[in-house]
């Protein structure tokens, strides 16, 4: 069973940016897709962003495109999300997901 560790959140002016780490351990992430999702408060949970196993391709929700980037570090065992131009609708706690595991989460906020 793969853990992951999920980091880099905070509090930021609209505009701003964050860049969020999700550490794996217990498992090489190197032959996985890998997630994030985000849960805005009394929302389900969404699908943010997703990347290849070896980081070649990638794929956005639409609200993102532009301003967010999904990358990731096999050698470190790590995957990562730059966001930049955050906006207040930006707010939630970011999960990232391999498999059927979840980290803890990081709460992102966004203030106006």
């Known amino acids: 069973q793969v853990q992951l560790v999920e980091s880099g959140g905070g509090l930021v002016q609209a505009g701003g940016s964050l860049r969020l780490s999700c550490a794996a351990s217990?498992?090489?992430?190197?032959?996985?897709v890998m997630w994030w999702f985000r849960q805005a408060p009394g929302k389900e949970r969404e699908f943010v962003a997703r990347i290849s196993s070896n980081g070649g391709n990638t794929y956005y929700t639409d609200s993102v495109k532009g301003r967010f980037t999904i990358s990731r570090d096999n050698a470190k065992n790590t995957l990562y999300l730059q966001m930049n131009s955050l906006q207040p609708e930006d707010t939630a706690i970011y999960y990232c997901n391999l498999e059927n595991s979840w980290g803890q989460g990081t709460q992102v906020t966004v203030s106006s």
């Open positions: 217990g498992r090489t992430i190197s032959r996985y």
